[in-house]
T-cell receptor
């Protein structure tokens, strides 16, 4: 399996522009997470989906952020309009909802991240 | 809400043992994890432990859990330069619940 795929890997944009980050989870995983990592705040959970349904979006900073999961193999995180304080590394992770022996189903698999710089 | 805390930095000499500590607040935590993040990469699961266990060993890694004090530690024996990374402690109540991550501990291994 190719693992969790994120695109783009790097994004540089100007303040006010729309940014769309993309994620393809591991095939067969039906739980998907979006995280943001910065030096100041560490790793923050933004939103997660189970079976394509948003379960908890309390970590989404504000209305400028939105996330969708139209099907089991694709999710987007959109920032519109972007601001310099949105600069961070954004990670997508996926997890199977089935539970194997000894908790293997609890493991999250992370993508390589998208490094976003908003000027 | 859930809270997971770690010290920010640890420096050890190559060949020594490293011990990274973590405290958590959620008494309903069922699974406790250690993740490793190398520079420029995503997080990778190192090991996990059930809350009804107090120790788990996996090659050079030893995880100790004190459920009463809500304290988790990761011991790396014979630390190598390749172990230099950020280590995240995390907890989950299980089921379909989210995982709460700590702030991460940056381990620096001095040759």
């Amino acid at each position: 399996d190719a693992g969790v795929i994120q695109s783009p890997r790097h994004e540089v944009t100007e303040m006010g522009q729309e940014v769309t980050l993309r994620c393809k989870p591991i095939s067969g995983h039906n739980s998907l997470f979006w995280y943001r990592q910065t030096m100041m705040r560490g790793l923050e959970l933004l939103i997660y989906f189970n079976n394509n349904v948003p379960i908890d979006d309390s970590g989404m900073p504000e209305d400028r952020f939105s996330a969708k999961m139209p099907n089991a193999s694709f999710s987007t995180l959109k920032i519109q309009p972007s601001e310099p304080r949105d600069s961070a590394v954004y990670f997508c992770a996926s997890r199977p909802l089935r539970f194997g022996a000894r908790g293997e189903g609890e493991t999250q698999y992370f993508g390589p991240g998208t490094r976003l710089l908003v000027l | 809400g859930e809270d997971v805390e770690q010290s920010l930095f640890l420096s050890v000499r190559e060949g020594d043992s490293s011990v990274i500590n973590c405290t958590y607040t959620d008494s309903s935590s069922t699974y406790l994890y250690w993740y490793k993040q190398e520079p420029g990469a995503g997080l990778q699961l190192l090991t996990y432990i059930f809350s009804n266990m107090d120790m788990k060993q996996d090659q050079r890694l030893t995880v100790l859990l004190n459920k009463k004090d809500k304290h988790l530690s990761l011991r790396i024996a014979d630390t190598q330069t390749g172990d230099s990374a950020i280590y995240f402690c995390a907890e989950s109540a299980g089921g379909y619940q989210k995982v709460t991550f700590g702030t991460g501990t940056k381990l620096q291994v001095i040759p």
